[in-house]
Structures are given as structure tokens and as C-alpha cells.
């Protein structure tokens, strides 16, 4: 059972446009963590939110954690090429080993 | 600075052969995992290793067997393996000393790409 649903699946853009990631979920988490995976490679922790309505900017990419703490959204600004990949998001629950992660969203950005 | 390192990156096995998927971290992270990765199901823990000496199952573990050999190693073995078990395996490390397991964030390594015909 998917715990956490993604969307959209898949998302090509131009560089230079704006984009948004969504994860949501039925259940409450402790934390959500957003990946970034390129192809050949392991996924990649860009940011961890532990607070219901926290928001995290790192460089141009915007996380905001739901104050239901039920779902996140990443917001990629001005996107380039290099933003390129699967972005996950995964689910920390309180028990352990109980990190849950969506399908992914798979991002091309073309010059 | 290593990570995580994995081998092989690639292998094929024939129905009902065996094989050891190697992990090794160079971080001194106490905990460890094995996830499996297939096209629209995200990663699914197959097991975890929250300290030396200690294993415990993920959401799927039939058909595995793991060993945390040391701090540094973790293996997942395949006893007789099936076509269902064709997919990437990752390995991962986290330092749940400083972090509560939840929010600890993962190490991954490059992943083993495993083909079962």
C-alpha cells in the first residue's frame, strides 16, 4: 500500500519556467524528506521539514510542509537543466524503520 | 570521501540462483538498510539494521536474508532468486545516534541492478 501519493508522475518544462511537486498522504507524519535522484545514481536528501507548516528555501527550491503535517510540496523557481531528475518524498513515522516513500516525480527541464 | 559504496552495479542470475549484494559505509553510521526500487512503487524497505548485531524486517522481506558483518557492512543475499526479485537494490546508512530514526536523513548508495530471467 502507497501511503504516499505523488503528483504529477512526470513533469517536462523549458528552463526558466516555474514548477510544483506534490505529496500528500492520508496518514500524519513525524517528518517529510525530499530526494533528488538522477539517472545511475543513489537518491539525494535535499531537505528534511519536522514542523506542520514549516517552509525551507534552499537556493531556488521551496519546501512546505501541510500544518496537517498530511502532505509537502516542492516549488522549483526559474527551473534549469540541472534540476533534472526524480524528486521523492518520503514519510518518517515514529516507529522505526518507518520511512515511507512515494513513487516519485519524474522532472525534465529542456534549454 | 566514499559514502556508500555497492557490488556489483550490475549482475544477471538465472530462476532459482543465488547471490550476495555487498554494502559497505565509510561514514561510521550505526544503522543500515536495504531498499529495493521498481517503476511507480518508490522505494520499499526490504531490511534494516538500526545498530551492529541487530537485523529486522521491512515491508518486504520474502524471498532475502541479510548479515550486518560489522559496523561498516551490510549484505543482502538472495537464496533462489525470481524473476518478481528483477529490479535496483539500494543500500543505505544513517546516523540515528544524532537524529531520531524518523527524520535521520539517508545515505544511498549507486545501486545494484539485479535481472532475473
Known amino acids: 500500500t502507497q501511503l504516499l501519493e505523488q503528483s504529477p508522475q512526470f513533469l517536462s518544462i523549458q528552463e526558466g519556467e516555474n514548477l510544483t511537486v506534490y505529496c500528500n498522504s492520508s496518514?500524519?507524519?513525524?517528518?517529510l524528506q525530499w530526494y533528488r535522484q538522477e539517472p545511475g545514481e543513489g537518491p539525494v536528501l535535499l531537505v528534511t521539514?519536522?514542523?506542520?507548516?514549516e517552509v525551507k528555501k534552499l537556493k531556488r527550491l521551496t519546501f512546505q510542509f501541510g500544518d496537517a503535517r498530511k502532505d509537502s510540496s516542492l516549488h522549483i523557481t526559474a527551473a534549469q537543466p540541472g534540476d533534472t531528475g526524480l524528486y521523492l518524498c518520503?514519510?518518517?513515522?515514529?516507529?522505526?524503520?518507518?520511512?515511507?516513500f512515494g513513487a516519485g516525480t519524474q522532472v525534465v527541464v529542456t534549454p | 570521501n566514499a559514502g556508500v559504496t555497492q557490488t556489483p552495479k550490475f549482475q544477471v542470475l538465472k530462476t532459482g540462483q543465488s547471490m550476495t549484494l555487498q554494502c559497505a559505509q565509510d561514514?561510521?553510521?550505526?544503522?543500515m538498510y536495504w531498499y529495493r526500487q521498481d517503476p511507480g512503487m518508490g522505494l520499499r524497505l526490504i531490511y534494516y539494521?538500526?545498530?551492529?548485531?541487530?537485523?529486522d524486517k521491512g515491508e518486504v522481506p520474502n524471498g532475502y536474508n541479510v548479515s550486518r558483518l560489522n559496523k561498516r557492512e551490510f549484505s543482502l543475499r538472495l537464496e533462489s532468486a525470481a524473476p518478481s526479485q528483477t529490479s535496483v537494490y539500494f543500500c543505505?546508512?544513517?546516523?540515528?545516534?544524532?537524529?531520531?530514526?524518523?527524520?535521520?536523513?539517508?545515505?544511498f548508495g549507486n545501486g545494484t541492478r539485479l535481472t532475473v530471467t
Open positions: 543505505a546508512s544513517s546516523d540515528t545516534t544524532t537524529h531520531r530514526s524518523y527524520n535521520s536523513p539517508l545515505h
Open positions: 496518514s500524519v507524519f513525524s517528518s
Open positions: 521539514v519536522v514542523t506542520g507548516g
Open positions: 518520503a514519510g518518517g513515522g515514529d516507529s522505526w524503520g518507518k520511512l515511507q
Open positions: 561514514m561510521n553510521h550505526n544503522s
Open positions: 539494521s538500526a545498530s551492529e548485531g541487530t537485523t
